[in-house]
């Protein structure tokens, strides 16, 4: 049975999916402004194990990941300038051509880290429709109220608004005083639909009362979640940074409207530092996976260093770590050479590796690095290495292919020359292996070749 740490109860449950045996899950997916960065991506990699973990416990994953391509302003708090216009100001193109760039941008990034593919990825902009029906139906329910700037839901008459987050209101209202809007009833009130201001410049709007305006940034998530998984789902993800005020603001707005419940179970990973620091572009301390590349590393380094650690616990980030956790990879990887060097395709004969003790570590509440440290400790078999592709998804397999017939023969080559002790020519052999990425032990079984990186 799995259990899994649920912010609704704050306790771990054993999960039960609402339908048998079909699992729903949302996943809050990028504001496509600009390229992700380590910080942002590490949410994915945990979400994928979970994913992964329910389709070995015996469950079908029917999953959303959604693209915000429209109405994410810079401040949570309905203001400032719309995170998409801001880039395309910045780089002269279209809003549209920002949000298909690095949409395109976070895809890469998402299928280089060997991460499931989503069910369905929604774009914001294809359910504005079902966003203007949702705006509708608050208003007919008595939820929302008109400003000059838009349309806000009226956090006062959802009862239960503060709970999720523990929210004090009162304290919240006592912090606002100096710059809280005068028009907004709450100081937590948020917009549902912004109208595009006189002279303001806003490339995507569509017309609602009227006027010209856009989605408020939570509407998109409650709108993708009705109309594509239907209410209510099992289990909602997202980062920690969402529990004050998108996701409160997404409960609030969809079982007003809907009178359902929104999930069943939230998850929420914690943030990555770097050197202590949050991470952001005044500190200089933003790094995407092409910054990684330049490094030596690749994607599937950076994710074998996100599983050490656990989704729930604040990580600081270094890259003399992810050096170890690369050399952890490699080390793996090498094991796998030489399994398919054994006669028995066995990496050693001592403890062995157990399915249902990985399974067992990934089912209480997503323990990755419980199993990583069991992967360590045991002797695994080639289909061992295929169960742990499945698991953990560092495609350890497929990038430590068998021995080609060109690399069997330049090692039985090598092996020739050692023995006639041409060891000018056994040397040259070895030099070109090493080009290739290639290194000879010679063991008193016969030569072994491993990867150097």
């Known amino acids: 049975m799995i259990k899994l740490y649920n912010q609704l109860t704050k306790s771990l449950d054993e999960f039960q999916p609402i339908e048998k045996d079909n699992v729903k899950i949302y996943t809050c997916g990028p504001t496509v402004y600009s390229y992700a960065h380590i910080g942002n991506l590490t949410s994915y990699i945990y979400w994928d194990f979970l994913v992964r973990t329910l389709e070995l416990s015996g469950f079908k994953v029917n999953r959303v990941l959604n693209l915000t391509d429209v109405g994410h302003l810079a401040s949570d708090a309905d203001e400032g300038e719309d995170k998409l216009e801001k880039g ?104 549902v639909w912004k109208f595009v201001k006189p002279g303001e410049d806003h490339a995507m709007q569509w017309e609602y009362l009227g006027r010209p305006g856009y989605p408020g940034w939570h509407l998109e998530c409650s709108t993708i979640i009705k109309t594509v998984l239907g209410l209510p789902i099992d289990i909602h993800t997202g980062g920690i940074d969402h ?12 079982e007003a409207a809907f009178d359902a419940k929104l999930a069943n179970y939230w998850l929420h990973c914690n943030f990555i530092t770097i050197d202590g620091e949050k991470i952001s572009k005044s500190l200089g301390n933003i ?121 069997a023969d330049k090692i039985e080559a090598r092996e020739e020359a ?11 052999i070895r030099d070109e292996l090493v080009k290739d990425n290639i290194t000879i032990l010679d063991t008193a079984d016969g030569p072994r070749w491993q990867y150097l990186s």
């Open 418 to 428: 050692r023995k006639a002790k041409d060891f000018a020519t056994a040397d040259k």
């Open 88 to 191: 395309a100001k910045k780089e002269g193109k279209t809003v549209w051509e920002i949000a298909d760039f690095y949409g395109a941008a976070f895809l890469r990034d998402f299928r280089s880290l060997n991460l499931v593919e989503p069910t369905k990825i929604a774009r914001a902009t294809d359910y504005i429709d079902e966003d203007i029906k949702l705006v509708n139906l608050l208003t007919e329910k008595g939820y929302t109220y008109e400003t000059s700037d838009g349309i806000y839901f009226d956090t006062s008459k959802f009862k239960t608004y503060a709970d999720f987050a523990k929210l004090d209101l009162d304290q919240m209202r006592a912090g606002a005083r100096v710059k809280f809007n005068s028009e907004k009833k709450n100081v937590s009130d948020f917009a």
């Open 287 to 407: 790094f995407t996976l092409d910054d990684l590349k330049e490094r030596g590393f690749t994607p599937l380094d950076f994710k074998m260093w996100v599983l050490q650690g656990h989704y729930r616990g604040e990580r600081n980030f270094s890259f003399d770590d992810l050096a170890a956790a690369k050399t952890r990879r490699l080390n793996w990887r090498n094991r796998i050479a030489l399994a398919y060097q054994s006669k028995d395709f066995s990496d050693c004969s001592e403890k062995k590796f157990s399915e249902i003790e990985a399974l067992k570590s990934a089912s209480n509440n997503l323990n990755s690095s419980e199993i990583l440290a069991q992967i360590d400790n045991t002797c695994l078999k080639l289909e061992d290495w295929d169960y742990i592709d499945r698991l953990l998804g560092l495609d350890l397999l497929n990038s430590t292919p068998d021995r080609t017939a060109e690399l």
């Open 243 to 254: 529990i004050p005020v998108h996701h409160t603001n997404e409960i609030a707005q969809t």
